[in-house]
C-alpha cells in the first residue's frame, strides 16, 4: 500500500525526519509510538502533504504512484486519510457543506459520478450513527465550539465519509473516554478491510486494545529505531523510552 | 494654492462643466451656484488633509473626464439580480435609460428621477436637497452639487412601507467618462424604504462622483445596499450622508468587488434617541486596486446603537484604506457603538491601513472597537484541502466564510445570495494573486 523510503523532512531549517523507512501492506494496522516531539506528526502531516514542511531527501510510493508530487487535495482523492491531533476550527464553514465539495472534488477527480443529494444524506446519516456523532453537530461550523471528544468523533465521521484506503490516526485516542474510546475504535473496525491500511499514532496501549496492530514502531529523534508486535506496545508502557535511547540505536 | 495648481484645477472642471445643467423651479439652481462657489474656495484634498492621508487622487485630476453617452445595453441580462422583485431604474454614464427601467406605482411611495422629481416634487426637494450632504467644506460633494444630472429621488409619505425594493443600476461605459449621480432618499416618519444601487461598468477609464442624502423621520427604517462591480480603470468617489430622527433604523452595505480607485464615504447623523445605525461592508481589491472606506457615525443624543462591520481581503499590490469613526457627544449617554475591521492579506505586497476612532465625550457609553489583519489561516486550508477540496474552493469557502457576517443585515435572501456569488467570483480572481 504505502512504502516510506529514507524520507528526510524539515521546517525552517529545523531536521525532524531524518530518515523514516517503513512499509505497510494492503489490510495492515501498524502503530506508531514515540516521546513527545520525536516526529510522529510531523510524519504524519508530510504524508497528507501539507507545504511547510520540506522535504529534502527520500521518497513515498502510494500503491506505486509518487504521492510526493501531489496536492493534498489530490492525495486525498487517492486515498489518503490524515485524523488530525489537533483537528481545526473553521467558523464560517458548515460541516455539511465543506464534505459535500470535498466529496464532489474527490469523485470528479476519479472521473467518477457525484453522489445524488439523497445518496449524501443517506451516508451521513449512516456515518453518524458509527461514530456515535449528534446531527446537530454535523450542522455546524466544522469543529467550531466541539468539545476535545467531539472533534475526534468528528475526524473519524468525515475518515467515514471519505472511506479512505490509507489512514493516519493521530493520537485520536488522545483526550476520549473510555466510552468515546471505544466507538472510535468500532468506527476503524468497521472501515478496516483487507484493502485497506490504518496507521495509528498513540501514547497509550490502550487504543491497542480495541484496535489490534499487526505491527508497532517506535519513533524516535525521527527514526524508527525500533519494530515489533502488538507485545511492544506493552513493553513501552511499561518501561517507557529511555531503554531505547540508551540502546544508542540512532544511525 | 500655487498658480499651476489652480491651472490644473481649472482645466480639471473645465470638463465637467461641458453642457452643464441648469434648474428652473424652486431653489435649485440656487444650490448649485452656492456649490460653485464652495468649489473655488476649496481645494483637491492631498496626502496632507488628516482624511484624505491613504488615498491619492492627484492620478484622477491628471485624466480629462467629460460627461458623455455610452453605449446602452440591449437587456438587463447581467444587471439584475435573479429573483430579486424590485422597482429598476437604469442609468448609462449618468443618462436615465427608460426603456430599460420599471416602477410600480405605489401608495404613498414615489420612485422617479430626480430630474422629474425636482419639478414634480420640488417642495421634497427643496426642503431637503444640500442639507444634509456638504457642499461647503467638502470639494468632490460641492462638484456634484454644482455639476450633477441627474439621479434619483425616492421619497416615502408618513407611514408608508415600500413593498419592494428598487434597484438603481448605474452603468458607465466608454473612455474618459465623468458622471455625478446625485440621489436622495426621504423616508417620513414611519416609512420604510429598501433601496439597492448596483455600479457596472466596462475597462474604460472613468471617473464617478455620486452623492446620497437620506433622511429618516421618527421611526423609519432605510435600507441601502450598494454593490460595486465597478470596471477595473474606475475612479468612482462616493458619499452617504444620513440623517436619523428619533427611533429610526439605518442600515447600509457597501461591498466593492470591482473599480481602481474607490473611496467610500457614509456619514451618518444620529440626532434622535433610540437608532439604530448599522454600516456594513466588504471590500476585495487585487492588483493595484485602492478601496477606501470612509465612515463617521455621529452620535448626538442618548439611548442609541450602532454597529460597524467592515472586512476587507486584498491580493496584488492592492491597498485597503479603513477608517470609521464614532463620534459620542457630551451627554449622549447610553450608547452602544460596536465596530470592527477585520482584513485579511492574500499576498506580501497588499497593504491595509485600517483606523478604527472613537471620540467620546460622555461616560455612561458601551463602546467597542477592534482592527484585525492577517493571512488566510493555512491550517484551515490544510485541513479542507486534506479532505479532498481544490484549492480554489478551500480559498472561496475561507473568502465566503469571513464576509459572511457582513451580509448578516441584507435583507433579502435572493440579494445576499447575489453578493455571495460575487464574492465568491472575485475570490476566484483573486486566487491567483494568492502567495
Ligand atoms: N512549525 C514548526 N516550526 C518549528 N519546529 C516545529 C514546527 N512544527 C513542529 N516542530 C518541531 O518538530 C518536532 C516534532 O514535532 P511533532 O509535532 O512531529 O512531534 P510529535 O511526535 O507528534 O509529538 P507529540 O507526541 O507531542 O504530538 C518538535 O520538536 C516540534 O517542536
Ligand atoms: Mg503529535
Redo the contacts with the bound molecule.
Keep these: 500500500m504505502i512504502k516510506i523510503k529514507n524520507l528526510h523532512a524539515e ?2 531549517g ?1 531536521k ?1 525526519l531524518n530518515g523514516v523507512n517503513l512499509e505497510i501492506n494492503a489490510g495492515e494496522i501498524h502503530a506508531i509510538m ?12 508530510v504524508l497528507a502533504g501539507r507545504e ?2 520540506e522535504v529534502t531527501r527520500g521518497e513515498v510510493e502510494l500503491m506505486g504512484e509518487n504521492l510526493l508530487d501531489l496536492e493534498p487535495n489530490e492525495r486525498a482523492a487517492a486515498g489518503v486519510f490524515l485524523a488530525f ?1 489537533y483537528p481545526v476550527e473553521i467558523p464560517g464553514v458548515s460541516n455539511m457543506n465543506f464534505l459535500k465539495t470535498a466529496l464532489k472534488s474527490i469523485k470528479e477527480f476519479k472521473g467518477e459520478k457525484p453522489y445524488t443529494a439523497k445518496e449524501f444524506l443517506q451516508m451521513v446519516k449512516k456515518n453518524q450513527e458509527l461514530v456515535g456523532l449528534s446531527g446537530r453537530l454535523a450542522n455546524r461550523s466544522v469543529n467550531e465550539g466541539f468539545s476535545g471528544g467531539e472533534k475526534k468523533r468528528n475526524e473519524i465521521f468525515q475518515m467515514a465519509m471519505l472511506d479512505p484506503k490509507f489512514a493516519i490516526l ?2 485520536t485516542d488522545s483526550g476520549l473516554d473510555i466510552d468515546a474510546l471505544k466507538t472510535v475504535a468500532d468506527g476503524v473496525n468497521q472501515l478496516k478491510s483487507p484493502e485497506k491500511s490504518f496507521l495509528l ?1 498513540t ?1 497509550y496501549q490502550r487504543l491497542l486494545d480495541y484496535i489490534v496492530p499487526d505491527f508497532v514502531h517506535v ?1 524516535h529523534k ?1 527514526q524508527i529505531v525500533k519494530t515489533g508486535p502488538k507485545e511492544l506496545a506493552l513493553e513501552l508502557e511499561e518501561k517507557g523510552y529511555d531503554w531505547l535511547k540508551e540502546d544508542g540505536v540512532e544511525a | 494654492m500655487s498658480m499651476e495648481n489652480t491651472e490644473k484645477k481649472d482645466k480639471f472642471l473645465a470638463g465637467l462643466m461641458k453642457n452643464p445643467t441648469a434648474d428652473t423651479v424652486g431653489n435649485q439652481q440656487q444650490l448649485r451656484e452656492e456649490a460653485y462657489k464652495a468649489i473655488h474656495s476649496l481645494n483637491f484634498p492631498t496626502l496632507k488633509d488628516e482624511r484624505w492621508k491613504y488615498t491619492r487622487v492627484a492620478g484622477i485630476l491628471k485624466k480629462d473626464f467629460e460627461h458623455k453617452p455610452g453605449d446602452v445595453p440591449e437587456s438587463l441580462t447581467g444587471f439584475e439580480i435573479p429573483d430579486y422583485k424590485s422597482d429598476v431604474l437604469v442609468f448609462v454614464n449618468g443618462i436615465f435609460n427608460n426603456e430599460l427601467s420599471h416602477v410600480e406605482k405605489q401608495n404613498g411611495i414615489h420612485v422617479l428621477t430626480l430630474a422629474q422629481g425636482k419639478v414634480e416634487h420640488y417642495d421634497v426637494i427643496d426642503k431637503w436637497m444640500g442639507t444634509i450632504a456638504d457642499h461647503h467644506s467638502h470639494i468632490f460633494t460641492a462638484m456634484n452639487t454644482a455639476f450633477h444630472k441627474s439621479g434619483v429621488l425616492i421619497y416615502a409619505e408618513k407611514k408608508a412601507i415600500a413593498q419592494h425594493p428598487v434597484h438603481i443600476i448605474d452603468i458607465t461605459n466608454g473612455e474618459g467618462v465623468t458622471h455625478a449621480p446625485r440621489n436622495l432618499f426621504v423616508a417620513e416618519d414611519d416609512a420604510g424604504l429598501k433601496i439597492t444601487h448596483s455600479f457596472h461598468g466596462d475597462a474604460g477609464e472613468n471617473f464617478i462622483n455620486g452623492v446620497n442624502e437620506v433622511y429618516l423621520g421618527r421611526h423609519a427604517e432605510v435600507e441601502y445596499q450598494m454593490i460595486q462591480q465597478n470596471g477595473k480603470k474606475s475612479n468612482h468617489i462616493h458619499s452617504t450622508d444620513v440623517y436619523q430622527s428619533e427611533g429610526s433604523t439605518f442600515t447600509s452595505g457597501a461591498f466593492t468587488v470591482g473599480g481602481k480607485l474607490i473611496r467610500n464615504e457614509i456619514n451618518v447623523s444620529v440626532n434622535g434617541e433610540n437608532c439604530e445605525t448599522r454600516l456594513n461592508g466588504s471590500f476585495m481589491g487585487g492588483d493595484k486596486h485602492h478601496f477606501d472606506n470612509h465612515t463617521i457615525i455621529d452620535h448626538l443624543v442618548p439611548l442609541c446603537n450602532s454597529h460597524e462591520n467592515y472586512k476587507g481581503i486584498l491580493g496584488g499590490k492592492a491597498t485597503g484604506v479603513f477608517n470609521g469613526k464614532v463620534f459620542v457627544r457630551k451627554d449622549a449617554q447610553k450608547i452602544n457603538a460596536f465596530q470592527s475591521n477585520q482584513n485579511i492579506l492574500l499576498s506580501d505586497d497588499a497593504v491595509i491601513n485600517s483606523k478604527p476612532e472613537l471620540e467620546i465625550y460622555a461616560d455612561d457609553v458601551k463602546c467597542s472597537h477592534g482592527s484585525t489583519t492577517g493571512q488566510l489561516d493555512e491550517e484551515a486550508l490544510f485541513y479542507l484541502m486534506s479532505r479532498g477540496m481544490k484549492k480554489t474552493d478551500a480559498i472561496n469557502l475561507l473568502v465566503n466564510a469571513f464576509t459572511a457576517e457582513t451580509l448578516e443585515y441584507v435583507s433579502a435572501e435572493a440579494l445576499s445570495n447575489y453578493i455571495s456569488a460575487l464574492i465568491e467570483k472575485r475570490s476566484d480572481e483573486l486566487n491567483n494573486q494568492y502567495a
Excluded: F, M, R, V
Design positions: 521546517i525552517e529545523n525532524i514515540g516521546p513527545n516531539g520525536s516526529g510522529k506528526s510531523t510524519l504524519a502531516s511547510e514542511y491531533q493521530d493520537e499514532i501514547h519513533l525521527g
